[in-house]
């Protein structure tokens, strides 16, 4: 099992950057893949992006602006988001897959105002 504490949320003006962080814990050898979603007010949570460590992918709402990045030694995943955009409004969830199945984080609200 992998426990997963988001950071780094907040409010943010249109066009500005904001960074979030996951640390993980337990199982962390298990983890194949981690990711980070999200979802905004009456719509279905999305993939933002993902990564294996060697591959990563993004949603073509972010690809250009944001970058999935991880911290071995610190057993933390980040997500740069430069550039940000009122649509980016959203509670953003880190996850991880593995082994033992999925894992979810508590999520954090990223507001970007126009």
């Known amino acids: 099992q992998v426990r997963l504490v988001e950071s780094g949320g907040g409010l943010v003006q249109a066009g500005k950057s904001l960074r979030l962080s996951c640390a993980a814990s337990?199982?962390?050898?298990?983890?194949?893949?981690m990711g980070w979603y999200r979802q905004a007010p009456g719509k279905q949570r999305e993939l933002v992006a993902e990564?294996?460590?060697?591959?990563?992918n993004y949603a073509a709402s972010v690809k250009g602006r944001f970058t999935i990045s991880g911290d071995n030694a610190k057993n933390t995943v980040y997500l740069q988001m430069n550039s940000l955009k009122p649509e980016d409004t959203a509670v953003y969830y880190c996850?991880?897959?593995?082994?033992?199945?999925?894992?979810w984080g508590q999520g954090t609200q990223v507001t970007v105002s126009s």
């Open positions: 990564t294996t460590g060697s591959s990563t």
């Open positions: 996850t991880a897959w593995g082994s033992w199945g999925t894992s």
């Open positions: 337990g199982s962390i050898s298990s983890i194949t893949v």
